[in-house]
């Protein structure tokens, strides 16, 4: 018993290896470069703010930041403000210790009234008792009242010269702008994680302990860019080990942690890209079973998705940047040579709205399953500008067969074959399922001739009346539109060609064209240049054209009503 009460309590590795120094910052070199140049040429704020994520270290750096300013060395030596706190001063340990009576701390989520901070102000006209400055570091500033944030202002702008403050906050947008402008401000970045791997395997050999590489970056990757998540479950980690001091492998931590095996998750991916889905469901019902959780698995096909997408627009040596290690940068180089750009996309996209309806699934193992068989299915679906590319080159695929073939070494499996099908009604046209070829149109007028044969006289004398032709092109005719001009006119012309032709067709407005006339007045100026009408006009002056009949029309189109004669019945004199 006297043994187990002469033994120190256990320290956290959070708090035991928490920085003292500047130099122990990582991660955070911008700040400390001009906080050092700030230091060296005497600019020093009066107010600074640091904003980042939960675990990033912004207590930590306002307690350093209070022992530069406060700096004084261990015999009395006084050189100045410095961050050089190498060698421990004589207020440092108090300071890093929250005892100093001097640097005075105050939590705003438990203080946030204007009482608390009137009592601050009125501390402020002291001189400090031993330190060089009076340093007030409030921590989650932004929990202050409005009327704490206004009784505070006047101080924060002109404070004594003896006074410091310093604010900590995770959301710099509730702070009101009349307090950031009166604040030096720093953001301290989440943590890479190579970087946070690289610290964690320093402190793992400094505490004696071994653990694999790649579960220190398993770890570094789960908290996020935070040191201290990333520290709390180091912790955890090694408890794994109990007492045997056996090294913690990267299978414990993965079951610790709930992730899924690296390998098998790019196994998945390839057997979802190739169309396989019963491989890919099977592969991810091992991974659930071993305990990792269904969204996690899809968020890490997503963070491989990103990396082949990277390698394949900025080349292998993409690989090297962001989440990825040796195993995964070969086997990226490999697999991003043989998938195309737009597979890459979709699977991103695919997985996205997968990933999204996981996590708001009342049954995420079906959601994550339906994401998988929905990509596979959609492996090698043509984006909607190829299918466009495709129908305007005249090209078609025979049923039951995919548009292009996968650029893949493998071949698809039954999964992709079946999508093809049976494709749904909505996708036929995009798929190139079989259709009645129609006619080949050249121009507008063939289009009006195509209306008047199949008996659309509605259609056909909309389309000689009220459109002016700008460009047509096989599959996309572009016009401009009467002002008289139905507004569903595009819409129905779309529709007809599609019925007609049996291929899509793109009609777009331009309302600043500069479209030529309508076929009507194209017909009439024709007709009045004709030597007879010329003739008639000149017998009959002041005598007007009503209607003008196109002797190829179908004898029972001839009862159509014509748009011109109903505004002006008046007879021919």
Not at 512 to 534: S, Y
Request: proline share 5%; aromatic share 4%.
């Amino acid at each position: 018993m006297a043994d187990l009460s002469e033994k120190s309590p256990y320290q956290v590795l959070a708090r035991k290896y928490r920085p003292q120094n500047f130099d122990d910052l990582i991660g955070h070199g911008a700040m400390v470069k001009t906080l050092k140049n700030a230091f060296a040429t005497g600019r020093i704020a009066h107010a600074y703010v640091l904003t980042g994520v939960r675990g990033v270290g912004k207590t930590t750096t306002a307690r350093i930041l209070a022992r530069a300013l406060n700096y004084i060395g261990p015999n009395g030596e006084d050189a100045g403000a410095t961050i050089d706190l190498s060698i421990e001063g004589r207020h440092c340990r108090a300071i890093a210790e929250s005892r100093h009576p001097d640097v005075i701390e105050m939590d705003a989520a438990s203080r946030t009234g204007v009482g608390d901070i009137r009592e601050l102000i009125e501390g402020v006209r002291y001189a400090p008792v031993e330190a060089r400055y009076k340093v007030y570091i409030i921590d989650e500033v932004h929990m202050l009242s409005s009327a704490a944030f206004n009784a505070l202002l006047k101080t924060l702008e002109e404070p004594p010269p003896h006074v410091k403050f310093i604010f900590a906050t995770t959301e710099i947008r509730k702070l009101p702008v009349t307090v950031l402008s009166r604040c030096q401000r720093f953001d301290l970045r989440r943590i890479e994680v190579e970087a946070l791997t690289d610290h964690l395997l320093a402190i793992m050999e400094k505490e004696g302990a071994s653990v694999d590489r790649d579960g220190l970056y398993m770890i570094a990757r789960a908290a996020e860019g935070s040191v201290r998540d990333a520290l709390s479950i180091l912790d955890q980690a090694l408890v794994q080990r109990g007492g045997s001091g056996e090294p913690v492998s990267a299978e414990m931590i993965r079951a610790m942690l709930g992730l899924a095996d690296r390998s098998q998750t790019w196994d998945l991916l390839e057997a979802t890209l190739k169309g396989d889905a019963k491989e890919a469901l099977g592969l991810f019902r091992t991974q659930y079973d071993a305990g990792a959780d269904p969204a996690v698995i899809l968020r890490d096909l997503l963070q491989i998705v990103h990396l082949l997408t990277r390698v394949k627009a900025a080349g292998p040596d993409a690989a090297s940047h962001g989440a990825a290690g040796e195993a995964d940068a070969a086997r990226a180089g490999k697999l991003a040579g043989d998938l195309a750009m737009n597979a890459l996309t979709r699977a991103w996209s695919l997985l996205m709205k997968g990933l999204s309806e996981t996590q708001g699934a009342p049954d995420p193992v079906a959601a994550g399953e339906i994401a998988l068989i929905r990509l596979a299915y959609a492996a090698d679906l043509p984006t909607p500008d190829e299918a466009l590319k495709m129908l305007a080159d005249g090209r078609a695929v025979e049923a039951g067969r995919a548009p292009r073939a996968p650029s893949r070494s493998s071949g698809g499996g039954a999964g992709a074959q079946a999508a093809y099908c049976e494709p749904e009604t909505s996708l036929r046209p995009l798929l190139g399922a079989p259709a009645q070829a129609g006619p080949r149109l050249e121009s507008l007028l063939d289009v009006v001739r195509l209306a008047d044969l199949k008996r659309d006289a509605k259609l056909k004398v909309e389309l000689e009346s009220y459109v002016h032709l700008i460009s047509f092109e096989q599959g996309r005719i572009e016009l401009r539109l009467n002002d008289r001009a139905p507004a569903d006119l595009p819409n129905r012309l779309m529709q007809r060609l599609k019925d007609w032709t049996g291929r899509q067709w793109i009609v777009s407005v331009n309302a600043q064209g500069a479209g030529r006339e309508t076929l009507r007045d194209a017909r009439t100026l024709e007709v009045l240049a004709h030597p007879l009408v010329k003739k008639a006009m000149e017998v009959f002056p002041g005598a007007e054209i009503v209607a003008i009949r196109d002797p190829r029309a179908q004898e029972s189109e001839h009862a159509a009503i014509d748009p011109l004669a109903e505004e002006d019945e008046s007879d021919e004199e």
